[in-house]
């Protein structure tokens, strides 16, 4: 059985211990601004950061650790994040102004990428396709 639409990623949920923070180097780091902010259930916070179609939920528990699920409070809980940009060189320049080191420069077809680990150890992929 096939499906008769393509799906479109919303949102990413990740941990970190302090969405302020977080959101604020993304802001400097991808242009991105902040949708949402504030409490949520079981003493958790969350401050939403992207573009008006697609975003990151940064999550920390404020609380109580033992409210939330594990799978919670576990800071970069996965291999990588991949992000789009138009200018490579740009962004690694406001990668290292926020304090970040890119390592692991590659080209490939058909475009160039670069990565990152950020304070809550979290890797990003950064990808351009600009010719």
Do not use: C
Not at 1 to 26: C, I, R, S, Y
Not at 76 to 97: F, Y
């Amino acid at each position: 059985m096939t499906t008769q639409f393509k799906a479109d990623l919303e949102h990413v949920n990740l941990t970190v211990t302090d969405p302020n923070a977080t959101a604020g180097w993304m802001e400097t780091v991808f242009g991105w601004r902040i949708r949402w902010q504030g409490p949520i259930d079981r003493g958790a916070y969350a401050v939403h950061v992207g573009t008006d179609q697609r975003y990151i939920a940064l999550f920390s528990v404020q609380d109580s650790p033992t409210q939330a699920a594990p799978r919670y409070r576990t800071p970069g809980a996965m291999n990588h994040l991949a992000v789009v940009v138009p200018d490579l060189e740009a962004t690694e320049d406001a990668i290292r102004s926020v304090g970040f080191a890119p390592h692991h420069h590659a080209e490939y077809a058909p475009g160039r990428r670069l990565y990152f680990i950020d304070d809550q150890n979290i890797e990003y992929e950064v990808v351009s396709y600009a010719p």
